[in-house]
């Protein structure tokens, strides 16, 4: 495709955040990535948070990068006129060529339909709240009218999984053409460079420990409270081990899960075995320290933490439930049980732990079976789809 360079010159996009960056990890990666692409195509581009982020050098690289940082206040999931109305007059003052939604896309999308933005991209991140919960969505919910007016006004779906795209397109056989399963990228040589000994010394782990580590934080749909049962019976059998849970427990919406975790410890007796680190930084480090990796999730939309853990070499447990299964092939790169079933889990833990040769076969599979997620494959595919959308709403002349 060749393109017109004064054209090309004058693009404007901008990427919508959809909350604000609380540590760098593959969303933040990803979203930079996709500005420098875009500057380095001489596209004005502008990213938008709904804060100031709190650690500078969680916005300072978008500014180096060329990038131009606003806040506009995040909207609430439901679509209210006010939050409507506020966002139609923000994108009225910085007009763009196309935006992209990273998160609660409804009221931004609508907004920049009704400001005649040519192009509009969502990324959906997540499966329905509903799959979380195991539930059947009933009444009102049933119709789910945020996805669907969100797909409506998007000209590009990029959904994090299969599973995802099968979501969507259960609502609407109409948007099949709109819906692409990608566009989440990890820096797969990050995840490769982990140093474990920092680790190993702040939490006086032995060298003869068997480390497991599950990365996320405490909220329910992420499962620790399935781990902690099913380690209470892997430690009958493995009393050499120790479990790291890494991840936030000091958000207001993470306390009541920490509070039924420090429960949980305390009754199975897993206070010298079980460390909850809060919110970290160097995940890398965490996975470095890792023998096994353990994802107990009740839903995910694909599940980045895991995919990471794969980068790193390990051999990983994780529940068969929503787009893990596009991640784990059950005997070949990992070991899969069913959602909340605590025996299954502890079986599984169990057989890994004792079979160094499974485990270093599964590690040898592990990065080859996520290559596709490669961060400059996927950055490329997007700002092809990009282009592509571009040229076809007449802003870009082929």
């Not at 782990?205 to 329910?220: Q, Y």
Request: aromatic share 8%.
């Amino acid at each position: 495709m060749i393109l017109n360079h004064r054209k090309f010159s004058e693009i404007k996009t901008m990427q919508f955040w959809g909350g604000v960056p609380l540590f760098p990890n593959s969303k933040w990666l990803r979203t930079l990535r996709l500005v420098q692409k875009c500057v380095e195509r001489g596209w004005k581009t502008k990213v938008v948070f709904s804060q100031h982020p709190h650690k500078p050098d969680l916005a300072e690289p978008f500014l180096d990068a060329g990038a131009e940082i606003l806040i506009h206040q995040r909207s609430p999931g439901s679509l209210k006129l006010g939050a409507l109305l506020k966002t139609y007059h923000f994108l009225r003052r910085h007009p763009c060529d196309l935006i992209h939604c990273h998160n609660r896309p409804v009221i931004p999308l609508l907004a920049s339909t009704l400001n005649n933005v040519p192009v509009r991209v969502w990324s959906k991140l997540a499966m329905s709240s509903h799959y979380e919960e195991n539930s059947t969505p009933k009444g009102v919910h049933k119709l789910q009218i945020n996805s669907r007016l969100s797909c409506f006004f998007s000209d590009k779906i990029l959904c994090i999984s299969q599973p995802v795209l099968n979501e969507l397109l259960y609502l609407s056989e109409s948007m099949r053409d709109k819906l692409v399963v990608g566009g989440v990228g990890f820096d797969f040589h990050l995840y490769a460079s982990g140093k474990p000994e920092n680790i190993r010394k702040e939490f006086a782990l032995s060298v003869n420990d068997l480390i497991l580590v599950s990365v996320g934080h405490a909220v329910p749909v992420k499962g620790w409270d399935i781990l902690l049962r099913a380690y209470a019976q892997f430690l009958k059998k493995i009393p050499q081990s120790k479990l790291l849970l890494v991840g936030g427990i000091e958000q207001s919406h993470e306390k009541e899960t920490l509070q039924l975790l420090l429960h949980l410890i305390e009754t199975l007796s897993l206070n010298n075995q079980v460390i909850l680190t809060g919110k970290r930084s160097e995940i890398p480090d965490f996975l470095a320290t890792a023998d096994i990796y353990l994802q107990p999730s009740r839903s995910e939309g694909l599940c980045g933490a895991l995919i990471e853990a794969l980068a790193a070499g390990l051999p990983c447990i994780a529940a068969n439930v929503g787009g893990i299964p596009d991640v784990i092939q059950d005997g070949k790169n990992g070991l899969l049980f069913e959602r909340e079933d605590v025996n299954g889990l502890a079986e599984k833990m169990l057989s890994l732990a004792q079979n160094f040769n499974l485990r270093q076969n599964f590690s040898r599979n592990a990065l080859s079976s996520v290559q596709h997620y490669e961060l400059e494959t996927v950055t490329d595919t997007i700002l092809t789809i990009y282009s592509e959308l571009l040229t076809k709403r007449g802003v870009l002349r082929a």
